[in-house]
């Protein structure tokens, strides 16, 4: 299935998108291409450019967002191949594509991947925060603990979140582990409280910019919480849950995506296909 678009930064220029999807063969495939010359609202099928295939040896933690960075490059996050555990050792093999958050440089004539950053289990959902360049990276975890990583823009380190040495802050699959050289998150939650984290969005809109602005939204696709913070000189703050605030009725089941418009608004995306913007209450 489709599981991540993303615009060239000079789209209304070139007419360049880029998706990534699975296949039956369970691989991943990232292909650019190109809007039609004669309908600007369609793509044209010709203009296909795959920049890359990353075979999956399963069929599950596929990942899947694009998202270009402030750099002006393609950020691709991928998943840890699949199955339970990491049976493969993905995640902290620096060989492998899988478990990485990975770097394309869409604009040379023969994109290669480059390795920004390792020990994923399932990257659902980044962001870099627009204001701020920060990266904000909801990583699914395995079976005791979702999590939230961030990386403050500038900072130039190859960092290592960890899986599957570690899920969340605490050794995976044992009580003891080597966890030096890991970068723990900044946020993490058990799985009496959820079971698979959908990465968010900072909000930077008008409507609600006195209380919220610059707190990272996310939300778990299992319960339907909706929780936001800010990060405050590395350290979280104003960590709130609105799910009674917001959602009274219980609209929101399977929370899969957030999205912002233009004007940096919010908005949360089910599973089922519909879509809830944030907005001031009446």
Same mark, same amino acid.
């Given at each position: 299935?489709?599981?991540?678009?993303?615009?060239?930064?000079?789209?209304?220029?070139?007419?360049?998108?880029?998706?990534?999807?699975?296949?039956?063969?369970?691989?991943?495939?990232?292909?650019?291409?190109?809007?039609?010359?004669?309908?600007?609202?369609?793509?044209?099928?010709?203009?296909?450019?795959?920049?890359?295939?990353?075979?999956?040896?399963?069929?599950?933690?596929?990942?899947?967002?694009?998202?270009?960075?402030?750099?002006?490059?393609?950020?691709?996050?991928?998943?840890?191949?699949?199955?339970?555990?990491?049976?493969?050792?993905?995640?902290?093999?620096?060989?492998?594509?899988?478990?990485?958050?990975?770097?394309?440089?869409?604009?040379?004539?023969?994109?290669?991947?480059?390795?920004?950053?390792?020990?994923?289990?399932?990257?659902?959902?980044?962001?870099?925060?627009?204001?701020?360049?920060?990266?904000?990276?909801?990583?699914?975890?395995?079976?005791?603990?979702?999590?939230?990583?961030?990386?403050?823009?500038?900072?130039?380190?190859?960092?290592?979140?960890?899986?599957?040495?570690?899920?969340?802050?605490?050794?995976?699959?044992?009580?003891?582990?080597?966890?030096? $050289?890991?970068?723990?998150?900044?946020?993490? #939650?058990?799985?009496?409280? @959820?079971? *698979? +984290?959908?990465?968010? =969005?900072?909000?930077?809109?008008?409507?609600?910019?006195?209380?919220?602005?610059?707190?990272?939204?996310?939300?778990?696709?299992?319960?339907?919480?909706?929780?936001?913070?800010?990060?405050?000189?590395?350290?979280?703050?104003?960590?709130?849950?609105?799910?009674?605030?917001?959602?009274?009725?219980?609209?929101?089941?399977?929370?899969?995506?957030? $999205?912002?418009?233009?004007?940096?608004?919010? #908005?949360?995306?089910?599973? @089922?296909? *519909? +879509?809830?913007?944030? =907005?001031?209450?009446?």
């Amino acid at each position: 299935g489709l599981l991540g678009l993303a615009f060239h930064p000079k789209f209304a220029q070139n007419g360049k998108l880029y998706v990534d999807y699975t296949t039956i063969d369970k691989a991943t495939h990232i292909v650019e291409y190109r809007v039609s010359g004669r309908d600007p609202d369609a793509v044209d099928p010709a203009t296909a450019r795959e920049i890359i295939t990353i075979e999956h040896p399963y069929s599950n933690h596929n990942g899947g967002n694009l998202v270009f960075g402030p750099d002006g490059t393609l950020y691709a996050g991928m998943g840890d191949g699949g199955s339970a555990g990491d049976p493969h050792g993905n995640g902290q093999n620096e060989r492998a594509l899988l478990g990485k958050l990975l770097r394309f440089d869409v604009d040379a004539p023969d994109p290669k991947p480059e390795l920004v950053y390792l020990g994923l289990r399932n990257p659902w959902r980044f962001w870099f925060d627009r204001p701020t360049g920060d990266l904000y990276i909801g990583d699914v975890g395995q079976d005791l603990w979702e999590e939230v990583d961030v990386v403050p823009a500038g900072d130039r380190a190859r960092h290592n979140f960890g899986w599957n040495v570690a899920e969340g802050n605490h050794c995976f699959g044992g009580d003891e582990c080597e966890r030096a $050289g890991l970068t723990p998150p900044v946020v993490e #939650y058990p799985h009496d409280q @959820g079971c *698979s +984290i959908t990465g968010g =969005v900072t909000y930077r809109g008008k409507a609600l910019a006195r209380v919220l602005d610059g707190a990272y939204f996310y939300a778990d696709y299992c319960t339907g919480l909706v929780r936001s913070f800010r990060l405050v000189r590395g350290y979280v703050r104003d960590h709130w849950d609105w799910k009674a605030a917001i959602d009274r009725r219980a609209v929101i089941q399977h929370p899969s995506s957030f $999205g912002v418009d233009r004007d940096g608004e919010l #908005y949360i995306v089910l599973l @089922g296909g *519909s +879509i809830y913007e944030l =907005v001031p209450a009446e």
